[in-house]
């Protein structure tokens, strides 16, 4: 059975991958991860905030990266509360490559132009494989209009793209007027991979205390469809490789994903609450499963039932809605 697929310029042996997270804090946990098999490790993002703050001139004015603008805002968070600080990325992007084979990506947050893209850079010489950038962005600005919110980050990942050689990847966010329109745009200004979507973290009201509360629940598999739509249309439209972040938990989600159109298939939440052996099973099951049914490859599973190749393109589409809404009955079985 030939599970092996090729991201962001990467033979990978087969399509599970780590994603974006706490999971690459710890070498522990990342040779754990090396060991259930995982062909790839990515790290949680570095964010522009992180590498705008004043305590970081001086360390990038060393590295001569003139361009670099030292803007500190009382907004943001203190750098101690950030898990990894600039210099701790790369010690911690080094240290991963010397304790495990696979190659590692890592990730930049950050939504506007500016000196910190040089940092891109510094991970490149510090032996990423790859860059995922995650555009989680809240646009509060109600004259920065949709138009210059998706210029300004076609223009983003164009720089990026000047200034590294590694592969990039974007992880977007799955609210765009047009995603179609931004994923054609995003592949236009070289971008090597998409990653849908991040997961947006919505605080909540404590009616009590009268706070706004931060919380992180993990995912559960209710989020998949979302994005099982939206790789099935882009993996139809557009030739980028897609990458799905968000709601795998089980073996037929990660078969779901794969036939809507997904190359690389990320998980996250499954592995911080079974921890890196889960990756080990579902291997294992992708593989079974796909043996049973006579499949040799992933490569024949990939886009089998995306937009263009499914029975029912319409259910990917508006006639879906009007189907559904038309056709809903509180008690089926009533005619
Ligand atoms: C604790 C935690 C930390 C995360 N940190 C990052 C991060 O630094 N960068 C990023 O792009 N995504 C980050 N994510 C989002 C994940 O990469 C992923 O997109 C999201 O959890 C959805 O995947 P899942 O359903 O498999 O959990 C984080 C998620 C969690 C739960």
Not at 195 to 208: A, G, K, S, W
Request: net charge negative.
């Amino acid at each position: 059975m030939d599970l092996s697929v090729e991201y962001l310029g990467l033979k990978l042996a087969h399509p599970l991958l780590p994603g974006a997270s706490p999971l690459a804090d710890e070498l522990g946990t990342v040779r754990a991860l090396e060991d259930a098999g995982a062909p790839a490790i990515v790290m949680r993002s570095l964010f522009e905030e992180q590498l705008t703050q004043e305590q970081l001139s001086t360390f990038m004015a060393t590295e001569g990266h003139q361009s670099f603008s030292a803007e500190a805002s009382s907004m943001l968070p203190e750098p101690s509360d950030y898990r990894l600080g600039p210099d701790r990325y790369l010690e911690q992007l080094r240290k991963i490559r010397a304790a495990v084979k696979v190659p590692v990506i890592a990730s930049l947050n950050g939504t506007t132009p500016g000196g910190w893209i040089d940092f891109a850079r510094l991970i490149e010489q510090a032996g990423a494989s790859a860059l995922e950038l995650n555009l989680y962005a809240v646009p509060t600005d109600p004259a920065r209009d949709g138009a210059t919110v998706e210029k300004d980050t076609l223009d983003l990942v164009r720089t990026l793209k000047g200034r590294i050689k590694i592969p990039v990847a974007v992880k977007l966010s799955p609210f765009y007027t047009s995603i179609s329109s931004v994923a054609r745009g995003l592949e236009e200004a070289g971008a090597d991979a998409l990653v849908l979507f991040n997961r947006l973290f919505e605080p909540e009201i404590d009616v009590d205390a009268l706070e706004v509360r931060r919380v992180l629940h993990l995912s559960d598999s209710s989020e998949l469809p979302l994005r099982l739509r939206w790789l099935a249309i882009l993996s139809a439209q557009r030739k980028i490789p897609l990458a799905i972040s968000g709601g795998v938990h089980e073996t037929v989600d990660i078969i779901r994903a794969l036939m809507a159109g997904a190359t690389a298939v990320q998980l996250v939440s499954t592995l911080l609450r079974n921890g890196p052996s889960r990756l080990l099973s579902l291997r294992a099951s992708l593989e079974r499963w796909l043996v049973e049914r006579e499949y040799t490859s992933v490569r024949q599973l990939r886009g089998s039932m995306n937009l263009k190749a499914c029975p029912d393109p319409s259910a990917y589409e508006r006639a879906n809605y009007i189907h559904l809404l038309h056709g809903w009955r509180e008690h089926p079985s009533v005619p």
